[in-house]
T-cell receptor
Framework: EAGVAQSPRYKIIEKRQSVAFWCNPI?????LYWYQQILGQGPKLLIQ????????DSQLPKDRFSAERLKGVDSTLKIQPAKLEDSAVYLC??????????????FGPGTRLTVL | AQTVTQSQPEMSVQEAETVTLSCTYD???????LFWYKQPPSRQMILVIR??????QNATENRFSVNFQKAAKSFSLKISDSQLGDTAMYFC??????????FGAGTILRVKS
């Protein structure tokens, strides 16, 4: 079974530029998550989708971050404009069902973003 | 609010020995789940073990076991017969039912040969 795919693996941009990350979840997984992992910290949930609807985006900085999950499969996360503090690893995860505690989340390899 | 604290930034252990990673948490809920995740240097995070708060019996998965102390809000991970492949960052995480997964800051574990 193919795992969660993410691209690119690494990205370096200047502050105020825009950037987009792509995630392809495990086939058949209804729930998709984007996490931000700043160096030295645990992952923090940015947004959770169930199919193509948003379940939780309470920690997404909506003035600069946006995310979509068209057709309930692939997802993109965009940052525009980027700030220095956005430097982090962006992790995508997916789970089979509704995202409850018994629903195991499977993580992708992440995209490491460096903002200069 | 959910909080998770891992007080050990780094740990090391000799191959084949046993190591325990500590985690404390705070929640006002009675129903919740606790997790340990492993993140090897390649960065793909995987679930190691899960514990339901309503279960008194500690969860076990092969060489991995937990010591869940609900009253003390403590959830430690014991790794027996440590292997070089256990070298990774370990995250403790908490999920209140119907809420999001909240992670601690992590503990780097190095297994030495």
């Amino acid at each position: 079974e193919a795992g969660v795919a993410q691209s690119p693996r690494y990205k370096i941009i200047e502050k105020r530029q825009s950037v987009a990350f792509w995630c392809n979840p495990i086939s058949g997984h209804a729930t998709l998550y984007w996490y931000q992992q700043i160096l030295g910290q645990g992952p923090k949930l940015l947004i959770q989708f169930q199919n193509n609807g948003v379940v939780d985006d309470s920690q997404l900085p909506k003035d600069r971050f946006s995310a979509e999950r068209l057709k309930g499969v692939d997802s993109t996360l965009k940052i525009q404009p980027a700030k220095l503090e956005d430097s982090a690893v962006y992790l995508c995860a997916s789970s089979l069902a509704a995202g409850g505690p018994e629903d195991t989340q499977y993580f992708g390899p992440g995209t490491r973003l460096t903002v200069l | 609010a959910q909080t998770v604290t891992q007080s050990q930034p780094e740990m090391s252990v000799q191959e084949a020995e046993t190591v325990t990673l500590s985690c404390t948490y705070d929640t006002s809920e009675n129903n919740y789940y606790l997790f340990w995740y492993k993140q090897p240097p390649s960065r793909q995070m995987i679930l190691v073990i899960r514990q339901e708060a309503y279960k008194q019996q500690n969860a076990t998965e092969n060489r991995f076991s937990v010591n869940f102390q609900k009253a003390a809000k403590s959830f430690s991970l014991k790794i027996s017969d440590s292997q070089l492949g256990d070298t990774a960052m370990y995250f403790c995480a908490l999920m209140e039912y119907g809420n999001k997964l909240v992670f601690g800051a992590g503990t780097i574990l190095r297994v030495k040969s």
